[in-house]
């Protein structure tokens, strides 16, 4: 870690960085979080982030990558209601090296802003599924930033060894306003309640013996 | 290298990325060009990727992610008219992690074409000053790209240790048609002939014995 005090925080909108940006904040960063839009369905994530950023009192900065729906169409269900979203895992909804592409403009953000720091939301059960969010992954590209930008950068998911059941736990305890996250890989009035995300939420609200204040379709 | 013969080629419209592309084509790779929009003032370059697209035979896969000029915007001249460009390299032409930013799009796009290899046109003349240019980074990032999609994926810069006009003569005997592409960081009728990408196209010009086709404002 360095002694730079800012950080960028990759913001989904989600439950898993929202909890990311309040420890930051609680660590004493500055932060300055970072939302995209990539052509998912579920635009509600991206008013989710907005609220979360006025909780902590800041905004977040919304870049428009909605142009790459153009390659991930091709492969996942997150942006393509063509192909259809199971309530486990399928590959179907990896939106390929997604978390890079988010990084590596996490990346550029925070050298103008000029923050040594990267966080974003990636944990211990996300990691058997999804490779970019293993530490091997972000510690790799933090090496590439580096060299790349020439600059002390850090990049780092400070719950890469937590089950999200324990990051709810961390939430509750960090006053995260989970109820105005937004998990749902749909866009529907309420959360749809059966997809992969959606059961994820309920079974770590569930095992995290919090209440879930969650309205569900389903 | 991979037994796979497909590649992304990231194809900015200038000669350094039109002789790459020649180059895998030559090589009996199938090419998959990829194109970006990045708020760049030099609109033309998107143009000149098209033409040279169609000299392969092919279509270049236009990425708009001119959003990232709200980024780019606070330190970089190729987005930002308000900061003076210069005939010679000054830390305002650097673009924050831009070759990052297009190689991970370009690996997403890879994985969804079955493309084992992803090649850009970093060489020799850039790459004291530019550090994703440089080999070390490159190298890099590609283990974050194995890492992160698990697969195959080999990142490469095949004239990183050749010079700007050694390119050219390569590009010569490719019969890359240098006089299609464009250098120029401005979007003027003809190149500016001043700015710092002009000043070296035609020293790799006159530097590899070519005649310069470009028509310059001065």
New interface residues.
Partial sequence: MSANKKCVVVLSGGPDSAIVAYWAKNQGYQVYPLTFKYGQIAAKETLAAQKIAENLSTNT?I???S??K???N??TALVNRNIPLTSEFTPTII???????F???A???A???EADNIFYGAHGSDEPFF??S?R??YE??E???R????QNINIHAPYSDKKKFELFKIGATLNVPLEITWSCYLDGEKHCGLCESCVNRKKAFYESNIADPTEYEN
């Fill in positions: 900065k870049i428009d990558l142009a790459l153009d390659i991930f091709q492969t939106v390929p090296f997604r978390n890079a592409i990084l590596s403009v990346v550029a953000y050298t103008t802003v490779p970019d293993r091997e992954f790799a590209f090496k590439a930033a060299l790349g930008t020439e």
